[in-house]
């Protein structure tokens, strides 16, 4: 008898496919990638497409790899250039010593997903596009598509963005949710801009260090984020509230004002004929 799959499984992560696999005895599986969409290959063009012989139509890459290890799940790895986003069509077929090929298997539809660096790389873009990063100063023209490593406001480690400096750059509006995404961050530097708002960012469980001192954010946005703040000067100063004025009230009349802030554990003083008029 041909050997059978005791269980497979597969994903593709950025230039990377991972087959997990075992067999119920010792023998060979040959393997076929195919974009979505192709027809099905029988066992026989599989093995044939795996060693060396007719490609199939659609074909990305092929493997054939030893199994000797039953009854042990093995993991191979095959790298091929993969369109992210895109579906494909994996197929699995094993032969024994004697030559039995049994008749195949498919795992379909299986997404090429983006690597961890991709991902957080396309977040800094996000951040950059929401936050017109054309405006930006102190940042090269072409600072959207450099490489990450050519970017002296990030520093990558073991492949994932640690440190993302956007302080003195005049940015201007809300840091938005998107920033969660760079699950991996250490260090967000955002002193010396015009930030508006910042989200809860408690979820970024790697972050040690936070700066968003100098610029104009809700009180209610840095209290929501007072854990990670060790230093007053790592969110103070901020913007004055509200804008300056001047009127005359005439004497024993009543006026009323109000400011809309955030946060609920703020105390003001007002101060009464401050200039003693």
Request: proline fraction near 3%.
């Amino acid at each position: 008898l041909a050997p059978s799959f005791d269980s497979y499984n597969a994903t593709i992560i950025g230039d990377e496919l991972t087959l997990d696999y075992a067999l119920n005895e010792a023998g060979t599986v040959y393997m076929v990638v195919l974009e979505d969409g192709n027809a099905i290959p029988n066992a026989s063009q599989m093995k044939d497409a795996a060693t060396g012989g007719q490609a199939l139509t659609g074909q990305i890459v092929t493997g054939n790899f030893t199994y000797d290890q039953s009854p042990d799940v093995v993991r191979e790895q095959v790298a091929s250039a993969f369109v992210r986003q895109s579906l494909f069509d994996i197929y699995l077929t094993a032969e024994d010593g004697e030559g039995n090929l049994n008749d195949g298997l498919a795992i379909p539809n299986v997404l090429a997903q983006y690597s961890p660096l991709e991902s957080d790389s396309i977040v800094v873009s996000t951040i950059y596009n929401v936050l017109g990063g054309e405006t930006w100063q102190n940042t090269a023209t072409d600072w959207n598509t450099l490489a990450l490593s050519e970017r002296s406001e990030i520093v990558v480690e073991n492949d994932r963005i640690s440190v993302l400096n956007l302080s003195d750059k005049a940015i201007e509006g809300s840091l938005g949710t998107e920033v969660l995404g760079l699950d991996s961050l250490k260090v967000l530097l955002l002193s010396g801009n015009s930030f508006e708002g910042i989200p809860l960012l408690t979820g970024l469980t790697e972050l040690t260090t936070l700066d968003v001192s100098d610029n104009q954010i809700d009180l209610g946005d840095l209290e929501l984020n007072a854990d990670l703040f060790t230093e007053d000067t790592q969110y103070s100063p901020q913007a004055n509230i509200g804008t300056r004025d001047s009127l005359t009230i005439p004497q024993g009349s009543s006026y009323s004002f109000d400011i809309g802030v955030g946060g609920v554990n703020n105390t003001y003083q007002w101060k009464a004929d401050y200039y003693n008029t």
